[in-house]
């Protein structure tokens, strides 16, 4: 088997960085996430050992404000000079399960079902991903029961920590090329893999999606609803929560176009210009929530949108649990 | 040829308004082409464009396209966008992505009677499917058209509604507005009641309807109560939309986007959704 | 604090039963003690899950804007700070005494539930303070100044040291010193806006910041629009801010709120006062902010 040196794993980023902008899992002051290798000074605190951080690499493919094109405007005049297309090359160096999910996620969103995005097309084209396989799932992990094996990242290469060493297990055919790349770094040897440790949460998801239809007119959502603030701190810490607003920025005649996120959770997320909206109140926009992530999604791509992270769980201020609440679904009776 | 941005579904392309008019106070009709002749891309009726300024972006429904000549859109005022396209002038260049949307069945409706019924500006979508009809008159039986808006200078393209459709071939015009007004001698009420009224025979007919959201919701009662079964009855839907190309969520009724999905569905379909529209 | 909650328990069985309120707004346990969350009481059934404990830290005023176009008649558990959010809410209009039964707690001094659940979720992060949270060891107020009933002992303020002295050090930076500081903060907000929905203040019915004829401030993710929602935001908390700390609480990136909220108690009770918001309520009068005096002091624009 081949593997790579703990000591080794700086180096290896060092060199990477020269081609790639190389996304590391680190802290940084109070926050960690995945931050660009070379936009870190001094020491870098590498939390690869680490269950997992706090901000998703959702950022990396997905950035949270994004200018797609600029504008030129005058009388009667509109024309768009340019589009930016990131094609900078990047490498998401050691991401969890759970998150790399979260991209298999955005890749049927944005490149499949009749429309490619140009512009995550552009940089998902051009990122390599470098997973690392849970062993030691946290308190609020419960990624196994959404269906993803946590030793078993969606990458194009998986690192599985054994010690002083991380054995390096190449997937795909570009995972194969870039360890060709770095082979001077990896060395054979035999080892053995860790035991996966039990979750703490475990269910079956199995039925789920098959009870939630028909669900929506269900008393039970006003009462997992009440404690919601609709803050939208859950959307944006999820790593797989996609939904964008488009905006524009113009001094004078010139500007641009950007997105950015958006959140379901937000009133004027679907208000509409001549003043209605469709869902009114902080209950209507909670369901959507829970709905999109536990049933719509599967309907329409045939596996649910939330990958199990836990995130969310830790962020609520007002501990809200999604655990809970797929739990207290299975258990109440459906019709109302 | 095509010169829509098919690589890069979110970037416009640029148009230009050709013509301008006055359809009510607060409707007006822009009629837009490329710079260098011809139209974007080809819409079907019942899809619709994302239209923009430099200062935003709207979803509209194309009220026409004639040919390779020019698109039509009928735009009412109702916010921030559609208050500053009523004040641009011909000559105005406007950002175009699309076609959206899956359209009305066209095909599907060959051979049968229409009945189409509209409220305010939920003519204009409804108004390129009739014209298409019109356009291949004979692959389609009787037209019906019941027509309703709040006062006689809110119903758009009266020319059409008065003068022109009244003559085409098998085909009866219904107008109604909500309140009597001195100068007007048609029919007054609701459309919904006018509907009942006329009680038009299910046999045979595709009911396709538009309007505002309660309009459609009595309407649907309505066309169930005459005997019309959910295959017959089709409508459109809206929500508020940015990217058109089902990714940025926010269109959404239950796992369907309405704008790649929708806007129109069938009753059979629309039942099958959550009562979220 | 088993007392406290058994007498919640007692007056909302009381209040439910006697139909004096319709709901009962207080906290459950969640599947950790430390995850105890907000909890409404529709049923008597319920009561027994009703709790008051270390994590109760959620002030809860802010739920009444739920049910500000309902008629629901609310009993709801206040600590000290939180009850100064129910004056906020009186003297801004939003909600009628008469359809509030409030239940003051003499507050010894609560523990942040979300700091805990960082550090138990096991995601990388220098570790978070698990004892008394930080807005506690500040606090002036344990004692609800408006209340119905009060249970537990009444409590010495919280606070040691000199009260602002964060702000002085910072009011001491030289300019470009203070500037750098403040840029380098906030432009770590993601704009989420978790703190404008958790705060009780903030309940203007069209927020200016979803406000977008015209858009005052734009949503991208920048130092310039991040430092205008910022200021934007503090000019609309001055005079209205209660310090009860929920938006530091819920920043998902630790931006220090509370900093820019006390610079705004403090020049308002310097410039327009003495005034502290929420203090006391009396019908009818306006805080600084809600009236215009002709010689109010402008040297600071
Ligand atoms: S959810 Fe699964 S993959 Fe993600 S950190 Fe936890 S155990 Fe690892
Ligand atoms: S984080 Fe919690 S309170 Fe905030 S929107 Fe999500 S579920 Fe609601
Ligand atoms: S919904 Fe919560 S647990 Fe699921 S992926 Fe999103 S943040 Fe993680
Ligand atoms: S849960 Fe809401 S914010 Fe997240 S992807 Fe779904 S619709 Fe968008
Ligand atoms: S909660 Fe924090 S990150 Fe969110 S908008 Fe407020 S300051 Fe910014
Ligand atoms: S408008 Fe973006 S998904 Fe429909």
Redesign the pocket.
Request: aromatic residues 10%.
């Given at each position: 088997m081949q593997v790579i040196d703990k000591n080794k794993i700086v180096p290896l980023l060092d060199r990477l960085s020269k081609q790639s902008e190389v996304f590391v899992p680190t802290v940084k002051g109070s926050e960690s996430g995945f931050y660009s290798w070379n936009s870190l000074n001094g020491a870098k605190e590498i939390a690869l050992e680490a269950?997992?951080v706090y901000h998703s690499p959702k950022n990396v493919l997905f950035p949270q404000t994004e200018r797609m094109y600029s504008i030129e405007q005058g009388k009667q005049v509109f024309s768009i000079p340019d589009t930016f297309q990131d094609e900078k090359s990047r490498i998401i160096f050691g991401i969890?399960?759970?998150?790399a999910k979260a991209i298999t996620c955005f890749d049927d969103v944005f490149l499949t079902h009749g429309y490619e995005d140009s512009f995550y097309a552009t940089r998902r084209k051009n990122t390599i991903i470098i997973g690392n396989a849970?062993y030691q799932?946290?308190a609020n992990?419960?990624?196994?029961s959404m269906g993803?094996n946590?030793v078993q990242?969606d990458a194009d290469v998986v690192i599985h920590d054994a010690g002083t060493v991380y054995a390096w297990e190449a997937i795909t055919v570009t995972g194969q090329q870039f360890t060709e790349q770095v082979q001077d770094l990896l060395e054979e040897k035999d080892l053995g893999l860790p035991q996966l440790k039990p979750?703490s949460t475990e269910f079956d998801y199995d039925g789920v999606v098959e009870k939630l239809q028909g669900m929506f007119d269900h008393e039970i959502w006003h009462e997992l609803a009440e404690p919601c603030m609709n803050c939208g701190t859950c959307t944006y810490m999820c790593p797989s929560c996609h939904c964008f607003d488009i905006q524009v920025k113009i001094w004078g005649d010139k500007g641009y176009r950007f997105r950015c996120w958006d959140s379901c959770m937000y009133t004027e997320y679907t208000a509409e210009a001549g003043g209605g909206n469709p869902r009114p109140d902080s209950q209507d926009r909670f369901r959507n929530r829970f709905l999109h992530k536990l049933e719509f999604f599967t309907e329409r791509y045939d596996y649910p949108l939330c990958?199990?992270?836990?995130r969310c769980i830790s962020v609520c201020p007002n501990g809200i649990n999604i655990i809970d609440i797929i739990k207290r679904i299975k258990e109440v009776d459906k019709i109302v | 040829m095509c010169s829509c941005n098919c690589e890069q579904p979110l970037v416009p392309s640029i148009v230009e308004v050709i013509d301008i008019v006055d359809e009510t106070p607060d409707v007006r009709s822009f009629y837009v082409k490329c710079s260098e002749g011809g139209v974007p891309y080809s819409v079907q009726p019942g899809q619709c464009s994302m239209l923009s300024l430099p200062a935003g972006e709207g979803m509209f429904s194309c009220t026409w396209q004639e040919g390779n000549e020019y698109q039509h859109y009928a735009i009412k005022k109702v916010g921030l966008l559609t208050e500053e396209l009523h004040s641009i002038e011909i000559g105005q260049k406007l950002g175009i992505r699309g076609p959206y949307g899956n359209g009305f069945p066209v095909e599907a409706c060959k051979g049968k009677d229409m009945l189409f019924i509209a409220g305010g500006i939920g003519l204009a979508p409804l108004r390129s499917f009739i014209k298409y009809c019109f356009k291949h008159r004979d692959d389609y039986g009787k037209i019906d058209i019941l027509y309703g808006s709040r006062s006689y200078a809110d119903l758009c393209f009266k020319d059409e509604l008065f003068n022109l459709w009244p003559q085409e071939k098998n085909t009866q015009v219904y107008v109604t507005i909500d309140n009597a007004e001195p100068e007007w001698d048609g029919h007054v009420g609701f459309v919904p009641s006018y509907l009942e009224e006329l009680n038009p025979n299910p046999n045979g007919k595709i009911a396709v309807t538009c309007g505002p959201p309660i309009m459609i919701k009595f309407v649907l009662q309505s066309l169930e109560k005459m005997g019309y079964i959910d295959d017959q009855v089709i409508t459109t839907l809206e929500m508020r939309m940015k990217c058109g190309i089902g990714k940025c969520g926010r269109c959404n009724v239950g796992s369907q986007y309405i704008c790649v999905d929708g806007p129109v569905f069938t009753r059979t379909q629309l039942r099958q959704l959550p009562q979220e529209w | 604090m088993t007392d406290i909650t058994l007498k919640i328990r007692e007056i909302a069985t009381r209040l439910l039963q006697s139909d004096q309120v319709d709901v009962f707004v207080g906290w459950e346990k969640g599947p950790q003690e430390y995850q105890t969350r907000p909890f409404f009481v529709r049923r008597v059934e319920d009561v027994e899950k009703l709790v008051f404990n270390e994590y109760s830290i959620h002030n809860l005023t802010n739920y009444l804007l739920k049910y500000r176009d309902s008629t629901d008649r609310v009993g709801l558990v206040v600590k000290g700070c939180d009850s100064r959010g129910i004056v906020r809410l009186l003297q801004d209009n939003q909600f009628k005494r008469n359809r509030l039964y409030i239940v003051g707690v003499c507050c010894p001094g609560i523990k942040d539930p979300l700091k805990i659940a960082k550090n138990q979720s096991g995601l990388a992060c220098p570790p978070n303070n698990e004892e008394i949270a930080d807005k506690c060891t500040r606090c002036l107020v344990p004692n609800p100044i408006i209340y119905d009933e009060l249970l537990g002992e009444s409590q010495e303020p919280h606070n040691s040291g000199e009260r602002f002295s964060e702000i002085k050090t910072i009011e001491n930076m030289d300019p470009n010193q203070r500037y750098q500081f403040f840029e380098d903060t906030l432009t770590q907000c993601i704009r989420c806006y978790a703190c404008r929905q958790v705060c009780v203040a903030c309940n203007c019915r069209t927020c200016i910041f979803d406000e977008m004829k015209p858009q005052w401030v734009g949503r991208e993710n920048s130092t310039t629009d991040n430092m205008m929602y910022h200021l934007v935001k503090a000019m609309h908390m001055a005079g209205r801010c209660i310090e009860c700390g929920e938006c530091e609480r819920v920043c998902p990136v630790n931006i220090p709120l509370m900093l820019i909220n006390s610079k705004l108690v403090k020049d308002m009770d310097h410039f327009f006062g003495s005034y502290e918001a929420g203090m006391e309520y009396v019908e009818g009068q306006k805080p600084p902010l809600s009236v215009y005096n002709p010689d109010d002091p402008d040297d600071f624009i």
């Open positions: 269950l997992n969890r399960a759970c998150d849970c799932p946290g992990c419960f990624c196994s993803i946590p990242p979750f990958t199990g992270c836990g | - | -």
